[in-house]
């Protein structure tokens, strides 16, 4: 049955083309409230550049599941290296950290003041027994993985020169968390949120433009959380 698009926009408003969307209807009502008519910032979308190799993937993190979607963009990496001989220059990858996934673009001092292990019933990926570290951020130097994984977690890929961008739109979990817990100002708390990203770490518009525009780049893209 065809819709005219009035009647979409009244659907829409009521949340009814909204009930078989796979998340919750209230994150997707404040996701279009907040696009802009026109662009209200400037994006980093320099990264682009960095996307150079013969090889090149994004690896799509929407949700936390242990920090496995972060330690999948190394093992690949590595088990390219191990069975094509590529070399590591030839290699690009982009970690897009969106939705529920956003948690592990957070530095650690973040998941310990908001409780975020608790909050979100984190796994450790090795143990499987609850957590309050951020998964993507372990070392062995702490005592928390076997030095085996200590190349997969986040920062060490960042400072090989992977790409990690971060969803502006799920940033806005993290800023109302702050919110409720400082009773501070929308900007001051996106300010807080923003100061509080995993170093490195890109903003973008949202995820999904990341994930597509890695894609522009050359990327092959893996659902990878």
């Not at 994006?43 to 996307?51: F, G, H, L, N, Q």
């Not at 191990?82 to 690009?92: F, I, M, R």
């Not at 969106?98 to 990926?125: F, S, T």
Request: charged share 20%.
């Amino acid at each position: 049955m065809s819709i005219d698009r009035r009647d979409f926009v009244g659907r829409l408003a009521t949340g009814a083309l909204l009930a078989g969307v796979p998340f919750p209807i209230d994150a997707s009502v404040r996701a279009l409230s907040q696009i802009p008519a026109e662009p209200s910032e400037e994006w980093d979308i320099s990264w682009v550049k960095r996307v150079t190799g013969k090889y090149r993937a994004v690896f799509d993190v929407p949700e936390i599941d242990s920090g496995y979607g972060v330690w999948r963009a190394s093992i690949w990496a590595r088990q390219y290296q191990e069975v094509l001989g590529a070399k590591p220059n030839e290699l690009s990858a982009v970690v897009v950290l969106r939705h529920n996934g956003i948690q592990l673009a957070m530095q650690q001092a973040y998941w310990d003041k908001y409780g975020i292990g608790k909050e979100k019933n984190v796994m450790h990926p090795v143990t499987q027994q609850g957590t309050d570290r951020n998964p993507a951020l372990l070392a062995s130097s702490r005592g928390e993985v076997p030095a085996m994984f200590d190349d997969a977690a986040l920062d060490r890929f960042i400072s090989r020169g992977g790409i990690a961008l971060a969803c502006n739109l799920a940033l806005q979990d993290v800023v109302e968390a702050i919110q409720k817990k400082e009773n501070s100002s929308a900007d001051d708390a996106r300010k807080q949120a923003i100061a509080s990203l995993v170093p490195g770490v890109i903003l973008q518009p949202s995820g999904v433009f990341a994930a597509l525009h890695a894609q522009d780049a050359g990327c092959k893209y893996l659902r990878a959380s």
